[in-house]
């Protein structure tokens, strides 16, 4: 008898903390992107009119590969394997990731974002030195931004490498922040 009324009151006990609250609502798991008109900010409104390009796999010959500050690209990326990275990226991935590289011009100091529309590796690199980012995070919701890296960049050429990626496409965006 003292079993099932043991019984009784922990199973009370465990209802009652699967239960939410009457006066609380649960928060939505995922947001109703259909729903939500996402506002993008400016530094990241060219999100939404990419252009595609090809990925670089040489440092030496990236004369297609340029990217422009503010102008989001769908980037056709390659086997890992096939990339030459100027400088050994901290996360290469394994020989069925894709990646690549892709040179950039900076004109104006500041903190530049790199946009990414899934969480492939990033590095940014600059006379054989990778550039030590100064954060990470999520782009807004319903988006399609899903990863989001800034790094202090002073006046000057770069080299932006994208390794780890688990698809050969890769929408991106460099881009100045205010």
Known sequence: MRRLFAFSITGSALL?????SLGQQEAPTTPDCQAAATALPPELA????RTPIAAGTHSDKLGKATLTVGKAVDAA????????YPLRPEQPGGSVSYGGIFAFKV?????YRVALGSGAWVDIVKDGKAIESVAHGHGPDCSGIRKMVDFPLEPGNYVLEIAANGQSQLPLLVAHLP
């Open 46 to 49: 060219g999100w939404t009119a």
């Open 107 to 111: 004109s104006r100091a500041g903190t």
């Open 16 to 20: 009652a903390l699967a239960t939410p």
């Open 77 to 84: 990326l390659v086997h890992a394997p096939d990339v030459r």
